[in-house]
């Protein structure tokens, strides 16, 4: 089992609409996470971190994390066509083992 | 600009050949971490240091070798490598070892 899993896509999604994009972690012990966004040919960018079950919405984006489920997504809404890159998500114990694991990443494509 | 610079962007060597990589963080930050990017795989955590002191050692083989004479610089040496080990090398920097990571536009190897 794959410590953290995302679809790898590509997921297309017309302009304008609500990108969904889903991550799954297998560590109980996992306190924070983070989605990063990389453009093609980029280096990834932090765009959202959260800590705390619930959501949190920052401008168009909205980080929802649900720990008993060991999930965490991002939401995309009024989706751009510079929106389109693939989305990495990571994850980390806050406290003893301070390695952020990543997932291979989801590609999302904004269709004009 | 994440205020985290790599240099050179781009190498391509042998396997004979030995090279170094570069990265300068101008943040202030106190840890700093280089990473390996495949496609298809996510992020792999090669190396950590916390204040020039190397904290996680990820089972990386020998020719690749790590130096971090401050807090602002950190290099990869390398030697004798594979064509395996032809990747997107980056850096990355954060407050301390519990904070966001700042990442660099990384360098892309090429062995031949």
């Known amino acids: 089992q794959k410590e953290v899993e995302q679809n790898s896509g590509p997921l297309s999604v017309p302009e304008g609409a609500i990108a969904s994009l889903n991550c799954t972690y297998s560590?109980?012990?996992?306190?924070?996470f983070f989605w990063y966004r990389q453009y093609s040919g980029k280096s990834p960018e932090l765009i959202m971190f959260?800590?705390?079950?619930g959501d949190k919405e920052d401008g168009r984006f909205t980080a929802q994390l649900n720990k008993a489920s060991q999930y965490v997504s991002l939401l995309i809404r009024d989706s751009q066509p510079s929106d389109s890159a693939t989305y990495l998500c990571a994850v980390r114990r806050l406290f003893g083992n301070e390695k952020l694991t990543f997932g291979t990443g989801t590609r999302l494509t904004i269709i004009p | 600009e994440t205020g985290v610079t790599q240099t050179p962007r781009h190498l391509v060597m042998g396997m004979t050949n030995k090279k170094s990589l570069k990265c300068e963080q101008h943040?202030?930050?106190?840890?700093m971490y280089w990473y390996k990017q495949s496609a298809k795989k996510p992020l792999e955590l090669m190396f950590v240091?916390?204040?020039?002191?190397?904290?996680e050692n990820n089972s990386v083989p020998s020719r690749f070798s790590p130096e971090c004479p401050n807090s602002s610089h950190l290099f990869l040496h390398l030697h004798t490598l594979q064509p395996e080990d032809s990747a997107l090398y980056l850096c990355a920097s954060s407050q301390d070892i519990y904070n966001e990571q700042f990442f660099g536009p990384g360098t892309r190897l090429t062995v031949l």
């Open positions: 560590d109980r012990g996992s306190q924070s």
């Open positions: 943040l202030g930050h106190n840890a």
């Open positions: 240091y916390s204040l020039e002191e190397r904290v």
């Open positions: 959260i800590y705390s079950n």
